[in-house]
């Protein structure tokens, strides 16, 4: 073919300015691209105490489109697409070509898991696209914030097509504000906002009957759309190799949260460290009216004390009351007004002090030993992932129904339903982030990434009396830069909490044949040691037990923080044949009798209460996708061991009073 153009001075500067302008373009979306990652992992401005506000629930059925290729979120040529699912476009005559609809797409029930809603998504991992619909009036003077109690792993969230932002990490919730953003009722559907949507449909199967006028308004005035992805990433937390499934999915609750213009965001009021008179704390206001008074009232205890917020909306105080302290055996929670101008918010709080002294740690400055159970967030009785208060009643019940005063909620920061359940029914908590085996810890969005995970768990939950202890990770390997990057953590946990006691679940190693040791070098920057073993499960049979005197190169308590073997709920045979209840009733013996010789030892947490889902045990007939080791079944049943464990802490419990 002749061209005759080609090597002309035209040819060349049109080529010239197209090869700049796609440079321009890709380094604009590589930039982009960039400035995401960096984006994502710092954490928003958490609203916390979201069951004492006003909510308004958007849980229930959600429209899916399942993404496998992520489709609606990259173009052809790999790059974030301007036209995205996100914008829940709609053919608007008979030739416009659209190849998605939301309405006319599947539902999933949120809060909840993926996997366990429909059996072609068990093994899911990949993108999701979640789309709600609502009709909300704003109340004069207010804002709105649109809150995820958890999105497994990265949620981009979308309202009626603009983004609001975007949030890694599957296990913490994150808020957006919407304020200028939700669109109210048009004044002709005003108190019938459902008028515009008569004749309207968005049933699953039903030919497309859903009208948008030019704003994008549906059947609702507003529609959210999230974007989650649970593939797993080697540079994740968790990276991609864990003992667990990985439930994809807005796991948890979604509320729009209502406040005034200027709300209490954000507060901590505990008592002070060393202290049990003293309570210490902060409060942070959020909105223009920042410089004002506020008090704080405990009415049982007869507070009532005033403070002024300073130009940024925050106060530091403390003040010394008479409080009756909350224990395991009286789990008092009081009731704590914070007032403002204009808002006013209550909160049911615990006052107690926990410290260490030597191998011990003191509970209201005595000593006391952790009758501890390890818990993974799997519903009782079900394949799902749970999520909400009577999951947590009936995990929690079931460890005190053990003699449980203690759990430690593994590996990840469970919902808020566990923490608040456990401040009633009094049982402390070990509450941790999935820092867990080979993370990269050289990798600097890595330790970003874990940072926010730890500091979304703090600001959460740092007012529950129940939980003593942040843990920052999990059998991660001794080295160099993982000792470095805990150590961020320690620093980060308790810069942000200096009331709490740090620990980490590591390994022990061997002075000779027979004494294990604890001298993980990392176990100089934490309070607590955890530490995980598997004697008679993993290494030998549980009398080898009979064989170990321990020891410890540091003098701080320890918490044996797993021990255990599986056992098929129901499956008897004698004590040698593994998977029986009594081979799991053996083993457990054996190690009750050798930690019980073990003089540092603050406290157990065996693995683990309940069988639990994991891609990592294929077993036919035995696991079938089944952990094991649960000391109850995954259809609810109390394996022999549970009573080993039930008699054990039965024991503790009467030595303590
Ligand atoms: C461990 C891990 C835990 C596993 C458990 C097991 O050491 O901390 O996440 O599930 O062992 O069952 O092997």
Redesign the pocket.
């Known amino acids: 073919m002749k061209v005759d153009s080609a090597g002309s001075p035209q040819f060349v500067k049109l080529s010239f300015v197209l090869i700049i302008f796609f440079a321009i373009n890709l380094m604009w979306h590589g930039l982009q691209a960039r400035e995401d990652t960096a984006k994502m992992v710092v954490p928003p401005n958490l609203v916390i105490n979201v069951d004492h506000r006003s909510t308004v629930s958007l849980n229930g059925k959600w429209h899916v489109i399942i993404d496998p290729y992520e489709n609606g979120y990259y173009d052809y040529r790999y790059l974030p697409s301007k036209n995205g699912y996100f914008k829940n476009a709609k053919a608007r005559n008979k030739t416009e070509l659209i190849e998605y609809d939301f309405d006319k797409s599947e539902a999933l029930n949120v809060p909840g898991d993926w996997n366990s809603q429909q059996d072609k998504l068990f093994f899911y991992e990949g993108t999701i696209w979640y789309k709600k619909s609502f009709d909300y009036q704003r109340k004069p003077n207010t804002r709105v914030f649109v809150y995820f109690g958890a999105a497994n792993y990265h949620a981009i969230v979308y309202l009626n097509g603009q983004k609001l932002g975007e949030h890694v990490g599957g296990f913490t919730p994150f808020n957006f504000e919407i304020t200028k953003l939700v669109r109210e009722p048009r004044p002709s559907q005003e108190g019938s906002p459902s008028a515009v949507s008569s004749g309207r449909t968005n049933r699953v199967s039903s030919i497309p009957t859903v009208h948008f006028d030019n704003e994008g308004r549906g059947e609702k005035d507003n529609f959210l759309i999230v974007k989650v992805d649970n593939k797993r990433l080697r540079e994740g937390i968790p990276t991609v190799n ?3 499934w990985n439930y994809g999915g807005l796991t948890r609750r979604v509320e729009l949260i209502e406040v005034p213009e200027t709300f209490i965001r954000d507060y901590f009021i505990q008592l002070k460290k060393g202290s049990l008179k003293t309570v210490a704390g902060w409060i942070q206001l959020d909105g223009k009216q920042s410089s004002q008074t506020i008090t704080v009232e405990i009415p049982e205890a007869n507070v009532k004390q005033t403070f002024n917020t300073n130009a940024d909306g925050y106060v530091e105080f403390e003040f010394d009351a008479e409080l009756q302290l909350w224990s395991p055996e009286n789990p008092m929670l009081y009731d704590v007004l914070i007032k403002s101008q204009p808002d006013s918010l209550s909160d049911s709080i615990g006052f107690r002090s926990v410290e260490t002294e030597g191998t011990k740690i003191l509970l209201n400055g005595k000593p006391i030993f952790l009758r501890g159970i390890c818990i993974h967030e799997q519903a009782p009785k079900s394949k799902a992932r749970a999520y909400s208060k009577e999951h947590a009643e009936t995990l929690l019940g079931w460890a005190k129904e053990m003699n449980c005063n203690f759990v430690r909620l ?2 990840y920061p469970h919902n808020e339903y566990m923490p608040r359940t456990a401040d009633r029914l009094g049982v402390l908590v070990w509450s941790e982030i999935p820092v ?1 085996w080979t993370i990269l810890w050289e990798n600097e969005s890595t330790l970003k990434n874990a940072l926010s995970q730890l500091t979304e768990m703090i600001t959460r939950d740092k007012n529950r009396a129940s939980v003593i202890l942040w843990s920052v990770a ?2 991660t390997p001794v080295g160099d830069a993982r000792n470095e990057f805990l150590k961020t953590l320690v620093e980060r946990a308790k810069s942000l909490d200096p009331t709490r006691l740090i620990t980490a ?1 590591m390994e022990k190693s061997y002075e000779g044949r027979n004494k294990p040791v604890i001298n993980d070098p990392f176990g100089q920057y934490v309070d607590v040691l955890g530490c ?1 073993e ?1 004697i008679g499960w ?1 290494e030998g049979l549980p009398d080898r037990c009979d064989l170990y005197t321990w020891g410890t190169i540091y003098d701080k308590p320890v918490i044996i923080s ?1 021990f ?1 073997g599986g056992a098929l709920g129901g499956f008897h045979a004698d004590k040698d044949t593994r998977w029986s209840e009594e081979y799991q009733e053996y083993l457990y013996e054996k190690q009750i009798k050798m930690l019980e010789k073990v003089p540092f030892m603050a406290g157990t947490s065996p ?2 209460l309940t069988d639990f889902m ?1 891609p990592r045990r294929p077993l036919p007939r035995i696991q079938d996708y089944w ?1 094991r ?1 649960g000391l109850i079944s995954d259809k609810g049943k109390k394996k022999k061991a549970f009573y080993v464990m039930q008699r054990f802490y039965e024991k503790h419990k009467q030595n303590e009073q």
């Open positions: 864990t003992d667990w593994a590996h867990y999990n059998e679940a995980n598997y993993y797993e255990g693995w683990i994991s952990n080791k």
